[in-house]
């Protein structure tokens, strides 16, 4: 079965920079469209960013002009970068898609497992 992989979470100062990976296990599956969530403790899920089918990007307000939602030259690869992060942007980041099989619309609503972020001095 294909898998979501996150990459790229860790311990990071104030002020610093991240970019998180989130690949399908197989490279015959690719991201038709993808959403990176965030949850920190004791607070509900948000969406943080989303890019869909057609490349349109869409950002929570309190990410605008800090993160970067974007496809890789490998089509079944989305990067998340995260500039200027701020002590709440700590959270565990998962990411969701769509994917398509050879091609072809496959299924929705595949989920990575979830990297860290800290920022903390």
């Known amino acids: 079965q294909v898998q979501l992989v996150e990459s790229g979470g860790g311990l990071v100062q104030p002020g610093g920079s991240l970019r998180l990976s989130c690949a399908t296990s197989?490279?015959?599956?690719?991201?038709?469209?993808m959403r990176w969530y965030r949850q920190a403790p004791g607070k509900e899920r948000e969406l943080v960013a989303a890019?869909?089918?057609?490349?349109?990007?869409n950002y929570a307000d309190s990410v605008k002009g800090r993160f970067t939602i974007a496809r890789g030259n490998a089509k079944n690869t989305v990067y998340l970068q995260m500039n200027s992060l701020k002590p709440e942007d700590t959270a565990v980041y998962y990411c969701?898609?769509?994917?398509?099989?050879?091609?072809?619309?496959?299924?929705?609503?595949?989920w990575g497992q979830g990297t860290q972020v800290t920022v903390s001095s």
């Open positions: 890019i869909t089918s057609t490349s349109d990007t």
């Open positions: 969701n898609a769509d994917l398509k099989r050879l091609g072809v619309y496959y299924s929705y609503n595949y």
């Open positions: 197989d490279s015959i599956f690719s991201i038709n469209a």
